[in-house]
């Protein structure tokens, strides 16, 4: 065999050997697509029909003996509203007669029904004396019988849906007294015991005014660091102790930053549990070592003759970093502040630790009102064994990738504006 002959076959093996490689890497590629489609697609599928929310349309009529005689705004508020359903549903069905039978009628409608009802009568005193078709809230079996998500084949012994209460829900149906209706109370309410009353609110609220914490929090300090550290520090022991521990303290597991959110905002400082503004905090300090990590690298990529040109035509150290560094490694610090926020923004482990796992049904208006968060709420819904949550908790993660979407996705328009301006 010829020299030349030994060259080729060499050639030859190389580009098989380049085109496996190849393969390989579009292989892993498509697979991760895939798995990130088949991902998008389940969660979608799952929590799409929370949008709909089905209602049991009642024709109830108040009358002024059921407000002790005198219609008030005390006596509203404090009627019997869950008998004057009752009444209106035995009215709907004469022939339910049995104890358990109107139990299982009764069931039909949420718990929550009755406070829709008092708010309405409350808003507008002039209905009692009349006869007004209520739509409120169904209770969480039929709303997801009504959405095919009850397997009516399979023994009655095994469902919590029974027969009884399909045959009603059946013939509200042919009443014209069942419709599914976009899900407003999910997108405006608080956590609840009940799927068909549990909405996302409180923890998008949550959740908002802990990212606004960390990110004011972290950010700044994050930046200040990472140009002290760059710019100014002296290579000595100290600076390159602190240097291996900010390493260090980006693979810490998270719950560790909770376990130290604890121990010190909150048994030291006796700061209040399940509060964004401790939640923020916590988030700040698991946030810090990623900004400072990429922004020092972001300082690093800027070419020092732009360092040296400033300082050659008379700018002090401080005014070379400002006004010429600085603005040239921001964009590479925007997206360390967007890596350390999309972090933060599903991290669960260290908000359970400082107790936003709490049931808390009331929407926070400020960082310093209880709350929970988004992540969370996933997590509580996901424990609950009842069918209806399913849907809420793939809504809820849908919710949580738009948030972190958007909240991205400003970042990026700050980052390149930033660019464009430099």
């Excluded at 030859?12 to 496996?20: H, I, K, L, Q």
Aim: proline share 5%; hydrophobic share 50%; glycine share 8%.
């Amino acid at each position: 065999m010829s020299q030349v002959e030994i060259i080729q076959r060499g050639i030859r093996r190389r580009y098989v050997v380049e085109g496996m490689f190849r393969a390989c890497g579009l292989s892993a590629l498509i697979c991760g697509v895939v798995f990130l489609a088949f991902l998008l697609i389940t969660t979608f599928v799952k929590g799409y029909t929370a949008l709909q929310q089905t209602y049991i349309g009642l024709d109830i009529t108040p009358m002024e003996e059921d407000f002790d005689g005198a219609v008030t705004e005390e006596t509203l508020r404090r009627a019997d509203y869950g008998a004057l359903i009752k009444r209106s549903l035995r009215e709907a069905f004469p022939d339910v007669t049995r104890r358990k039978e109107k139990k299982t009628l009764y069931r039909l409608v949420s718990s929550g029904a009755q406070h829709e009802l008092r708010q309405k009568l409350v808003q507008n005193p002039g209905l009692v004396g009349q006869t007004t078709t209520f739509w409120v809230l169904a209770d969480d079996e039929v709303d997801m019988y009504m959405k095919g998500n009850v397997n009516v084949s399979i023994p009655e012994k095994k469902r919590r849906f029974k027969d009884h209460a399909i045959e009603l829900t059946k013939r509200l149906v042919q009443q014209d007294r069942i419709q599914l209706r976009f899900n407003t109370p999910f997108f405006s309410r608080g956590d609840s015991r009940e799927p068909e009353q549990a909405g996302i609110k409180g923890a998008a609220m949550g959740s908002l005014f802990a990212i606004l914490v960390t990110m004011l929090l972290s950010f700044p300090v994050g930046i200040a660091a990472a140009i002290y550290l760059q710019e100014f520090a002296k290579t000595n022991r100290f600076t390159d102790f602190i240097e291996v521990n900010i390493n260090n303290l980006a693979a810490v597991p998270s719950i560790i930053f909770g376990l130290l959110g604890l121990a010190i905002f909150i048994n030291l400082f006796g700061l209040p549990r399940s509060i964004p503004l401790v939640g923020g905090m916590v988030l700040a300090l698991m946030t810090l070592p990623t900004i400072i990590i990429s922004s020092r690298a972001a300082l690093a990529a800027v070419p020092p003759s732009i360092r040296e040109a400033a300082l050659g035509i008379g700018a002090s150290p401080v005014q070379t970093v400002l006004h010429h560094v600085l603005p040239l490694a921001m964009p590479g610090m925007m997206t360390g502040a967007i890596i350390g926020l999309a972090q933060a923004m599903g991290e669960t482990a260290p908000l359970l630790m400082i107790g936003m796992v709490a049931f808390i049904v009331d929407i926070p208006g400020s960082p310093l009102d209880p709350g929970t968060a988004l992540p969370v709420q996933i997590y509580l819904w996901a424990d609950s064994p009842e069918r209806a949550f399913v849907e809420r908790t793939s809504a809820a993660i849908i919710i949580l990738l738009l948030f972190l979407s958007l909240v991205n996705g400003l970042i990026v328009v700050l980052r390149k504006k930033f660019e464009k301006r430099w």
